[in-house]
């Protein structure tokens, strides 16, 4: 049944990129994308994201493409088209739309579309199949079908990648369903778990990521108390840490495509249903707000040592939203970088995964090259990426003015205890 099956995948980001790739080991896959320079790199071998080695593009056999007649021939296209806000923090589902408007309108007759993108609950049924019935002219259920699969891939995570992941499925009956628990199931070694309907799997899609943003929230409101009390909330951890079944989480920036995009669409979905959704909306704000808190913090304990903060320097390092990933979209260091900037500090940025076209668009900043980075009153070491972990506290003699100065270590990447003397190590 699935021998002559044609697999298309729809958006070639941080998702379908992958995805493409791991079905591509057993169907021909085209992959489709509207950005031709994306689609140019691919070609090439060359992924900015950094999820595929250049070793899997020598083994892949997919059809890169930006013209969408392309998609005519494939019997199965999974759309996983980024998820948006705008700003005002509500969905933004303008690629969702033109990307289920592309399909529809090339589609075969007969197709299975499977969406893989962060929506609210009732956004498939309600929105995309409309859509993909009015473009097509088809008729849902009959002359095309629909499933959706929450992506559950974590970008940067090379040992827990798509294939190893349990996939949840669910299509608009239960025959699709089954079907597509059989097409991935014949890729994925994690298991299938079979959604007892759309929108539950919708849902669950969005809870998976509330879930962290939550837990998450709770721990960065525990730092700002222990900021108040003067001691240190990694102590205060390992301390709780030390009864059985205590939940051990970070304080952290929340950044990123998944985990605060997912608690303003279910809090939004929960207004339209006239319910105020208090546990996710405050999570979320206590988590928006850390930047603006740490560079409030920083500016506090540079004035306590009598530095100048209106003829300061301070260094950045990482700005992207995850270590080892390259994507600033959603990152939360912005937030850092405008408020200090409002209070006049000169703010050099630094990472070595960024491009400095993403820094200036995202940032309104120069990436500076590690080695031509000045001497700073201050560093933030905001996103602990591999090389600055394994340089440790040595990269800080060139990056301090008199090797002296306010390390901000945001994650506790670095070693506590081998701390110079000179410095004075802040840590959430």
């Not at 399909?103 to 009732?122: D, L, N, R, W």
């Amino acid at each position: 049944m699935l021998q002559n099956l044609k697999i298309a995948v729809v958006g070639l980001g941080y998702v379908g990129l992958p995805v493409a790739i791991a079905f591509n080991h057993k169907y021909p896959v085209t992959g489709y994308d509207t950005n031709t320079a994306r689609i140019q790199a691919l070609m090439l071998g060359l992924d900015k994201t950094n999820e595929v080695s250049r070793e899997e593009f020598e083994k892949a056999t997919i059809v890169f493409t930006a013209t969408p007649s392309d998609l005519k021939d494939a019997g199965f296209i999974i759309i996983a088209v980024p998820s948006a806000m705008d700003e005002d923090h509500l969905p933004d589902l303008s690629a969702l739309k033109k990307a289920s408007k592309c399909v529809a309108e090339h589609m075969k007759k007969g197709a299975v579309i499977v969406y893989e993108s962060i929506v609210a609950p009732g956004v498939t049924e309600d929105l995309c199949i409309p859509l993909l019935e009015k473009y097509s002219g088809y008729e849902s259920g009959k002359e095309f079908f629909v499933g959706y699969s929450p992506a559950r891939i974590f970008p940067g995570d090379k040992k827990n990648n798509f294939k190893k992941m349990k996939k949840v499925v669910a299509g608009q009956n239960e025959e699709v369903t089954e079907y597509l628990a059989m097409v991935y199931g014949s890729i994925v070694t994690g298991g299938i778990h079979k959604a007892s309907s759309i929108c539950v799997a919708e849902t669950a899609q969005l809870i998976e990521n509330i879930q962290q943003d939550v837990n998450i929230a709770l721990i960065n409101e525990l730092a700002k108390i222990c900021e108040q009390l003067g001691i240190d909330t990694q102590e205060v951890l390992e301390t709780a840490g030390s009864k059985r079944g205590f939940l051990k989480t970070m304080p952290n920036l929340v950044g990123g495509q998944g985990i605060g995009l997912a608690s303003h669409y279910l809090a939004d979905k929960a207004r339209s249903l006239g319910q105020r959704s208090e546990v996710i909306v405050s999570g979320r704000k206590i988590n928006d707000g850390m930047g603006r808190f740490i560079a409030q913090s920083l500016i506090k304990k540079m004035n306590q040592e009598n530095t100048n903060v209106a003829t300061s320097r301070v260094t950045i390092l990482g700005l992207s939203f995850q270590e080892e990933v390259p994507d600033l979209r959603n990152s939360k260091v912005v937030d850092i970088v405008k408020e200090l900037k409002e209070h006049g500090i000169d703010v050099q940025l630094a990472d070595p995964y960024a491009s400095a076209e993403d820094t200036t668009l995202y940032y309104e900043s120069h990436l500076s090259p590690h080695h031509q980075l000045k001497p700073a009153h201050a560093v933030i070491l905001a996103v602990p990426h591999k090389p600055y972990r394994e340089s440790g506290w040595q990269q800080f003699d060139s990056l301090l003015i008199e090797q002296q100065g306010i390390v901000f270590d945001l994650k506790g990447a670095l070693d506590a205890k081998k701390k110079p003397e000179k410095i004075q190590l802040w840590r959430l």
